[in-house]
């Protein structure tokens, strides 16, 4: 087990005065006043040891919330799967203030021994729970996570079903490809279409392409920005008439600039001629983007337009150009950067 670095941090078993402090705060964790047992809880954190830990856990039933949702945010700082159980059992507290901090320290112990803990818990009745367990064992990338991740998928609450696709998407595992590409046409929910978009970006072949071109067509505009972004981080050559056509046409200039982004990363020059066009968009966020997208092409039938810009109003939409010629040209794009313009 280990404990957060710090100066002060002493073991209870290091001296005798240790433990005499140890059990002196033992003691004032079941005072009747609440604000001595919550001065005695944050004093815990200057210990380590298991002993220590099963005070925490103690703690996690103090009849007042605060103290106990500052039991679980303690627990959260120490890998030790001692305290699961109880933070799990948390998740089902009357306040919502200690049902998050259960949350989240169940997320931040990072600790591959719990989950012989959180599995048997994924079908809990109260979504909440499952959702959180989910997320909890997102950071874990355990293997034996992907058979009750994608059963969650079907999962009646959009809160479960997204995290599942959060633990599909980092165990990346090619067995999930298919569910996900099908959620992410399907589920009526934009935050789990969007998730599901997003979690297709570890594929490494072209069979999630018609999800990820029908994401471009989404009714929600985050779902269309999503698409298009991890069209480009796959590198999908074949997209790039529907970048062009559809993506680069939205209505919504955040769908436009993942685009303009997606077209750069697919380095081929048939995108240049749509990525100049964009060089006199109104928007300057976009101009600096295609110019920046540009640069990634590197080619030369780019620079006449790239040097019209150089006297663009925006100073970073200039920037921009310099460092995009500077590629083309094979120079050091640092020098670029620093050159007036």
Do not use: C
């Amino acid at each position: 087990m280990s404990a957060p670095s710090s100066p002060m941090a002493r073991s209870a078993g290091g001296n005798p005065g240790d433990s005499a402090e140890l059990r002196d705060i033992q003691l004032r964790l079941q005072a009747a006043d609440s604000e001595v047992r919550r001065v005695a809880l944050l004093e815990l954190a200057d210990f380590e040891g298991d002993e220590h830990v099963t005070l925490l856990v103690a703690s996690l039933r103090d009849p007042v919330a605060s103290i106990r949702a500052e039991a679980a945010r303690a627990l959260g700082a120490f890998e030790d799967e001692i305290g699961v159980p109880a933070l799990i059992a948390l998740l089902e507290d009357a306040e919502p203030e200690v049902r998050e901090a259960a949350a989240a320290s169940l997320h931040d112990l990072k600790e591959q021994a719990s989950a012989q803990f959180i599995l048997p818990h994924l079908s809990h009745p109260l979504a909440p729970v499952r959702a959180a367990l989910l997320r909890a064992l997102r950071g874990l990338r355990l293997p034996e996570s992907a058979a009750p991740a994608i059963a969650a998928l079907a999962d009646d609450d959009a809160a479960v079903r997204r995290e599942a696709v959060a633990v599909l998407g980092y165990l990346r595992r090619a067995d999930a490809l298919a569910p996900l590409a099908a959620l992410a046409g399907g589920d009526p929910h934009m935050e789990v279409r969007r998730a599901a978009i997003g979690a297709l970006g570890f594929a490494t072949g072209s069979a999630v392409l018609p999800a990820l071109l029908g994401g471009l067509s989404d009714p929600a505009w985050q779902v269309r920005e999503e698409a298009a972004a991890t069209l480009g981080k796959l590198r999908q050559g074949s997209a790039l008439e529907h970048l062009t056509s559809s993506a680069l046409q939205d209505a919504y200039w955040q769908v436009r600039l993942a685009a303009v982004r997606a077209l750069g990363l697919l380095r081929t020059p048939a995108a240049a001629p749509a990525l100049t066009a964009v060089l006199a968009h109104p928007i300057s966020s976009l101009r600096k983007e295609a110019a920046l997208a540009l640069g990634e092409i590197a080619t030369h039938m780019s620079l006449p337009a790239l040097e019209h810009i150089l006297d663009d109003p925006d100073p970073d939409v200039r920037k921009a150009a310099r460092l995009a010629m500077a590629q083309i040209r094979g120079r050091d794009p640092a020098q670029a950067a620093d050159a007036q313009g």
